[in-house]
C-alpha cells in the first residue's frame, strides 16, 4: 500500500473514532436530559446546556478534518461520498444534541413542578429515539443500507407516540384555562416531545446518508433539512 494511501486511511479511521464518540456525546445528551426532567435534577439540566457548546465544537473539528483530507489528499468515488456524508451526519449528531439541550432548558423552567412525569411516554419516545441514533449511525459506520431502512420505518412508532402525547396534552392545556403556571407548564412539556421528535428526524437524516454512500443515490426519508431546528 502507497505512503499516501496509508495517510489517507489513518486519518480516515481518525474521522471515523471522532464520529463514534460525537454519537455517544449525543446519546449521553439525551439520557441525561431527560433523567434531569424525570427527577428534576438542575444540575444535571445545567451540566447538558454546557456540553452543547461542546458539541459544536466536537462537530466543527471533525468537519475541519474533513475538509483538510478532502483538500490535500483529493480522494474520489466511494471515499469523496463517504466523506461528504460525514459533514451532514455530523452536523445532525451535533443539533441532536441542540434538542437535549433543549429539553434540559425546560427542566430548568419546570424546576420542581412535576407535570412531565405524568407523561410516560415521554421516556418511551427517548428509548425508541435512542435506538434509532444507534442503528442510524452504526448503519452508516458498517455501510448497511438494510439496517437504515428499517430505522427509517421506526420513526412511524415515534410518531405515533408524539400524536398521542400532543393529544393528551392539548387535552390538559385546555382544562388549565384561567391557570397561566399550569398552562406554562404543560405548553413546555408539549416542547419536550416536539424536540424528542425532531431528534428522530435528524435520525432519519443519517440514514439518508448511508444509503447515499452505498448506492450513489439520495433518497429522502423525511427527516430535517440540514441546519434547521
Not at 413542578?113 to 415521554?122: G, K, Q
Not at 390538559?172 to 407548564?185: F, I, M, V
Amino acid at each position: 500500500m502507497s505512503t499516501v494511501r496509508l495517510t489517507y486511511s489513518a486519518d480516515r479511521a481518525d474521522i471515523l473514532d471522532r464520529l463514534r464518540l460525537q454519537h455517544a456525546r449525543a446519546d449521553r445528551s439525551i439520557v441525561d436530559s431527560m433523567q434531569a426532567l424525570l427527577r428534576r435534577d438542575l444540575v444535571l439540566a445545567r451540566r447538558v446546556c454546557e456540553a452543547d457548546e461542546e458539541a459544536k465544537q466536537v462537530r466543527y473539528a471533525i468537519e475541519e478534518a474533513v475538509t483538510s483530507i478532502i483538500a490535500l489528499q483529493q480522494p474520489v468515488a466511494g471515499d469523496l461520498r463517504e466523506l461528504m456524508s460525514i459533514v451532514p451526519i455530523t452536523l445532525n449528531l451535533e443539533r441532536i444534541a441542540g434538542h437535549a439541550e433543549g429539553i434540559a432548558r425546560i427542566a430548568l423552567f419546570l424546576e420542581d413542578n412535576p407535570v412531565a412525569a405524568t407523561e410516560p411516554d415521554l421516556w418511551r419516545m427517548a428509548d425508541l429515539v435512542r435506538e434509532m441514533l444507534q442503528s442510524a449511525t452504526r448503519s452508516f459506520l458498517e455501510r448497511d443500507q438494510h439496517l437504515a431502512r428499517l430505522t427509517v420505518e421506526r420513526d412511524d412508532d415515534v410518531d405515533e407516540l408524539y400524536g398521542d402525547i400532543h393529544e393528551r396534552l392539548i387535552e390538559r392545556l385546555a382544562g388549565a384555562e384561567g391557570n397561566p403556571e399550569e398552562s406554562d407548564a404543560i405548553t413546555h412539556v408539549i416542547w419536550t416531545s416536539h424536540n424528542l421528535e425532531r431528534m428522530g428526524d435528524r435520525a432519519l437524516n443519517i440514514c439518508e446518508r448511508t444509503v447515499f454512500l452505498v448506492t450513489g443515490r439520495f433518497e429522502r426519508q423525511h427527516g430535517l433539512d440540514d441546519g434547521s431546528d
